[in-house]
């Protein structure tokens, strides 16, 4: 009965703080058109699905293929910034020390800086700069900020159009493996879009390396090519974002222990294939793609080791997406399920054997209304083999975390979005209940995040 007091109270409180936010952020809709809506004379609805950021129309899509060229050149500059409170179920360990020492309390979380845009009728550009008020503590305790590269996607690109036959032929050089991906099962830009910062239990621990762990790590160049609006290839190789390279990862240096630096063996490939079909207001994508990537480690001092070889990780995805868009209804659908093969020869990251795998499954479906209200519901699945070295805090040694994510939101503005969010987790690091052998149990990381998401341009 406490807990519920405590999240009534919270989630009062939070509302209030959106409101109050709303009503000193509220600016006229001619000013709050994004860069990209300002460039082309579109509204956010035309490329974002019912107005939610990120998720891309059959036209925000197109105009990403097309290099964000479409329209006029006009200024290439956006911030946005978040508010949010995070709760978690239970914020104490068995010995009474807190798990997340920001729970329960309204934050400013962070704020980014963009530069995109048309720079010629071929070239474009989408970079990211973003500041994170609550990074990591120093040995005093105290919270230190943190300002570093973000998404960053550059473009040429070439289209061919005939009687019979439209040819999108494009380059990118980018820092993030799918971020120049334009559906929203890829993970650079999948659900949950807005998710807690502080917390420490609020989501899975473990993920195939594609699901985050090389972002703004790397620089990635490739090809791509989409015909007749159908078929879409595309083939990118990576390597560290470092020397002439290392803007793409500011913020990310050799012996920082909170921020290290990835390095990478030669060149790693990733590739992409997807089938697509719009038809009046319906549009699908079935979709597949892969990443082969060589990772050496780092010594304790977060100092990259290039003397005792790599840990190799392969890993295969297969995705899909449907969405039907006619107003006042917007409907999408998402799934995507990867398969990740480890090689790890010197046992750098493994100890129990030199070979294991992780399995992460998502989907997701969303309704929004008016390009107003909307909700939506999500499923996570991650499965592995088991490990003593990987998963110590795991009493099984298992990184199998289940759960659920529902969450209601409110676009008061087309440059603005308040949202709940609960997750539920049904599974954690291998169990149901107890699964660190201390008595915690998965339902204690149960987290509810309450956020105010705005942009100014």
């Known amino acids: 009965m406490t807990h519920i007091v405590a999240i009534r109270r919270l989630l009062r409180h939070a509302w209030i703080v959106a409101i109050e936010a709303i009503c000193l952020l509220h600016v006229p809709s001619a000013l709050a058109l994004p860069i990209f809506a300002r460039q082309t004379g579109q509204s956010c609805v035309a490329c974002h699905a019912g107005g939610q950021f990120p998720e891309l129309t059959p036209y925000g ?56 845009g048309k720079i010629t009728d071929r070239i474009g550009a989408f970079t990211q700069f973003t500041y994170s008020n609550y990074d990591h503590q120093n040995g005093d305790g105290r919270w230190i900020g943190h300002w570093g590269s973000d998404n960053m996607d550059f473009r040429y690109v070439d289209r061919i159009i005939g009687d019979a036959n439209d040819l999108i032929l494009g380059a990118t050089l980018h820092n993030n493996p799918s971020v120049q991906d334009v559906w929203n099962s890829s993970p650079a830009w999948s659900y949950p879009y807005v998710s807690s910062s502080t917390s420490a239990v609020g989501a899975p621990q473990f993920l195939p390396i594609l699901e985050g762990a090389l972002a703004q790590q790397v620089v990635g160049a490739g090809g791509y090519a989409y015909w007749n609006r159908t078929i879409y290839a595309e083939l990118s ?60 480690p780092n010594d304790p001092n977060a100092l990259p080791i290039f003397t005792q070889g790599v840990t190799r990780y392969r890993d295969i995805g297969f995705d899909a997406q449907y969405q039907y868009l006619l107003e006042p209804n917007t409907v999408t659908a998402e799934a995507r399920y990867i398969r990740e093969n480890i090689s790890d020869p010197q046992n750098l990251v493994y100890g129990d054997s030199k070979s294991a795998n992780l399995g992460s499954l998502r989907l997701k479906l969303s309704y929004v209304y008016q ?23 795991s009493a099984n040694f298992s990184p199998a975390t289940q759960g659920w994510t529902p969450e209601i939101f409110w676009i008061p503005v087309q440059n603005m979005r308040v949202g709940v969010q609960y997750t539920h987790f049904t599974k954690y690091l291998g169990a149901h209940s107890n699964y660190d052998g201390l008595g915690r149990n998965a339902s204690d990381n149960d987290t509810l995040f309450v956020y105010l998401w705005a942009a100014y341009w």
């Open 61 to 116: 899509r197109m105009f990403k293929l097309n290099g964000y060229t479409f329209g006029e050149r006009t200024i290439p500059v956006a911030v946005m910034a978040t508010v949010d409170m995070t709760k978690t179920r239970v914020n104490h360990d068995a010995s009474g020390n807190i798990i997340s020492p920001k729970d329960g309390l309204p934050i400013f979380d962070a704020a980014s800086i963009f530069l995109a």
């Open 237 to 296: 190789f990576y390597s560290t974002a470092d020397g002439i390279w290392s803007f793409m990862s500011k913020g990310s240096k050799p012996g920082d222990l909170n921020h290290p630096q990835t390095y990478l063996r030669g060149h790693n490939p990733y590739w992409r294939l997807a089938l697509t079909h719009d038809w009046g207001p319906h549009s699908v994508m079935l979709g597949t793609f892969g990443i082969n990537v060589n990772v050496y």
């Open 371 to 393: 390009a107003k209200y909307g909700i939506s519901l999500s499923f996570f699945n991650v499965t592995g083999s088991r490990d003593s070295v990987a998963y110590p805090g």
